[in-house]
């Protein structure tokens, strides 16, 4: 069974930084889709940022584009989401989830992804 579990999240005001940090363990798939999801108050959840660990391609949700960037270290098993210029839109839970197999075209959509980390709180005030 995979484990995911995140931290880092936190409270700032619009404009600041927070990293997210996912550790994996448990999985024993050599290559796979990792990556983060969000969920506000009374809204569906969403994808954010995901990465496929074998060959490093990324895909963004168009509304975190040049503003968050998601980083795997292999060596480490984890996953990290560095997210800057942070706006109140962005308040919701953080979720970390991997996959081994995602038709790309879906790697945002949550319905992908069979494990889920617990998820980790980002509030950011105007």
């Known amino acids: 069974q995979v484990q995911l579990v995140e931290s880092g999240g936190g409270s700032v005001q619009a404009g600041g930084s927070l990293r997210l940090s996912c550790a994996a363990s448990?999985?024993?798939?050599?290559?796979?889709?990792m990556g983060w999801f969000r969920q506000a108050l009374g809204k569906e959840r969403e994808g954010v940022a995901v990465i496929y660990t074998g060959g490093g391609a990324t895909y963004y949700a168009d509304s975190v584009k040049g503003r968050f960037t998601i980083v795997q270290d292999n060596s480490k098993n984890t996953l990290s989401l560095q997210m800057n210029s942070l706006k109140p839109e962005d308040t919701a839970v953080y979720y970390c989830?991997?996959?081994?197999?995602?038709?790309?075209?879906?790697?945002?959509?949550?319905?992908?992804?069979?494990?889920w980390g617990q998820g980790t709180q980002v509030t950011v005030s105007s």
């Open positions: 989830a991997a996959q081994y197999a995602v038709r790309p075209m879906y790697a945002l959509h949550p319905a992908s992804y069979e494990y």
């Open positions: 448990r999985y024993t798939a050599s290559s796979y889709f």
